[in-house]
């Protein structure tokens, strides 16, 4: 199995190579991360055609995007990860402004089955994550899982927890540097 730094240090020369426009090593990228994107979709939209969707679009985004990447702003996969949970929020967003009817399905609608998201998880760094997020405070955890699996804005994250904004800004700041912090140890 290849170190986890290994593996950021392949994807940044992917991405170098995509920036240029190399097909082969796009189709290497998609490969290679494809599917714990599209579990992240799958996560945030709970609906498998919005997934695809979404995963489509982010990787348009990543093709032609690819030469912006800079590593002071995280990793290789942070970046294509933060990509498609935004293709997706906006996908949810469009569709809810468009739906004439009501949009309360949207938010019923799971997918119980284990995703590619959850494999992933299992098989690369599992442990190690859950036992950093135990070392957060209750505050930070829920913050930071609200944020990112269910896709909360921060409005809407002060309301669910009935904590003001710029708390719950705070909690989301800290437990992320926490978290980076625990990680990288």
Not at 88 to 97: A, E, G, M, P, Y
Not at 107 to 125: C, I, K, V, Y
Request: aromatic fraction near 6%.
């Amino acid at each position: 199995m290849a170190e986890p730094n290994s593996d950021q240090s392949d994807l940044m020369h992917l991405l170098v190579a995509v920036s240029r426009q190399d097909r082969d090593a796009f189709h290497e990228l998609y490969s290679r991360v494809a599917s714990r994107m599209f579990g992240v979709c799958l996560k945030l939209a709970g609906h498998r055609e919005l997934a695809e969707e979404a995963l489509q679009e982010a990787f348009i985004q990543i093709w032609h995007h690819a030469r912006e990447y800079h590593s002071d702003r995280g990793s290789p996969m942070g970046w294509m990860m933060t990509i498609a949970r935004y293709r997706t929020l906006d996908l949810i967003r469009s569709r809810k402004v468009r739906q004439t009817g009501s949009d309360e399905h949207i938010d019923q609608m799971r997918d119980e089955r284990a995703g590619p998201l959850d494999e992933s998880l299992r098989s690369a760094g599992a442990a190690e994550l859950t036992g950093c997020l135990d070392e957060l405070t209750n505050a930070q955890r829920d913050s930071i899982l609200l944020t990112f699996y269910k896709g909360l804005s921060h409005e809407e994250l002060s309301l669910a927890l009935s904590s003001p904004l710029g708390t719950v800004k705070s909690w989301i700041r800290r437990g992320l540097l926490a978290l980076k912090r625990c990680l990288d140890q």
